[in-house]
């Protein structure tokens, strides 16, 4: 194995420093308030490894982290039966393709597993109300099937929305499971920072004109007591949820754009470029912290082992039991790491 870089050794020392740091020791105490004094006081990247650190020691998530990190593929392949992988895309999937919007990795996973995979046709530009009713509608064309719902960045938002149509404990009885993907669930502060001054808001609504988009659906994401995604998650009893969360520094950024936004948002605590890192970890269900990822998961290799061994640990049934805490990187991060490296 190629020795450390300078980076991965200062990462390592952040993170040791971040779990003997003895404020707020559990992750009930570490408050978004609390979160952005820590971030004001230590610095961001610091506050980012400490949500990180309390989030993998948490009594609620660090089980199934354990699980998922020590998983080892059963000797004999799980029983598929009737179920189908559905993904539901980020906003602009049609329009680039090549991002990774619109779930190919997943849907290759979801293929090497036996799995049946489709994605629900959203419109790539739609706004919540748009798409969720074509999520509620093509949950209803595939009544009696086993879903398994995996959605990214908007397509979280678009979900969360639709959960909350009147119809929609009926229609959504046959999802068993929610992989909830850097889900925009309560607004991006992205879109809030694009609206806030003339001249940004005009540069947005230039871009999304010039591209035949309709800014509207922008808006809905600047979160505000007034947005539609203020309501509460409803999520009915008999699904489960899991939420994939990247903890990324400035060096994982992958591009200028990110960049960017992580520089802007930053100043309200620890992000992953797209939403704020607080807001992801107060989410109801299971958390899984992906040390080292952005808001759209890369590099590849992380999201293709990760799925897969989520995928798998799901069609198993959850029948082992959980191991205690885990407080170093997790496998699939120490892997994704190297790779990076």
């Known amino acids: ?31 978004p308030e609390r979160l952005r004094e820590v971030s004001a006081r230590e610095g961001v990247e610091f506050a980012t490894a400490l949500l990180y650190d309390r989030v993998k020691r948490s009594p609620q998530h660090s089980p199934f982290i354990g699980q998922i990190d020590q998983w080892q593929t059963p000797n004999r392949k799980s029983a598929t039966g009737n179920t189908t992988v559905a993904v539901v895309p980020a906003a602009f999937y049609r329009e680039n393709p090549g991002s990774g919007a619109d779930g190919r990795l997943i849907r290759q996973a979801a293929g090497h597993l036996g799995l049946r995979a489709e994605m629900v046709p ?110 509460p998650l409803k999520l009915p009893e008999s699904m489960r949820l899991i939420n994939i969360v990247g903890f990324p520094l400035r060096r994982h950024l992958t591009n200028r754009f990110m960049r960017l936004c992580y520089q802007r948002v930053s100043r309200q605590g620890p992000t992953d470029g797209g939403v704020l890192l607080a807001d992801a970890c107060r989410l ?43 407080n170093g990187i997790p496998a699939i991060g120490q892997t994704a790491q190297t790779l990076s490296a």
């Open 1 to 31: 194995m190629a020795p450390k870089s300078t980076s991965d050794g200062e990462e390592s020392a952040l993170l040791a420093r971040a779990a003997s740091f003895p404020e707020f020791p559990s992750l009930a105490e570490l408050t």
């Open 122 to 231: 959203l419109l790539s530009k739609g706004t919540l109300a748009e798409n969720s009713k074509i999520i509620l509608d093509w949950l209803a064309n595939h009544r009696g099937e086993k879903i398994i719902l995996i959605s990214l960045c908007k397509g979280g938002a678009d979900v969360k929305f639709a959960l909350g149509a009147p119809n929609a404990q009926k229609h959504f009885c046959d999802v068993s499971d929610w992989i909830n993907i850097c889900g925009t669930l309560n607004g991006s502060p992205v879109a809030e920072w694009l609206l806030a001054t003339t001249p940004r808001f005009f540069v947005a609504w230039l871009y999304c004109k010039c591209r035949g988009h309709d800014i509207a659906f922008l808006g809905e994401l600047a979160p505000s007591r007034q947005s539609p995604l203020a309501q």
């Open 284 to 326: 109801p269900g299971m958390i899984y912290p992906v040390w080292g990822a952005d808001h759209y998961l890369r590099p590849e290799s992380r999201a293709r082992q990760m799925i897969a061994t989520i995928l798998e640990y799901l069609m198993a049934g959850n029948t082992r039991g959980a191991p205690g805490p885990t």
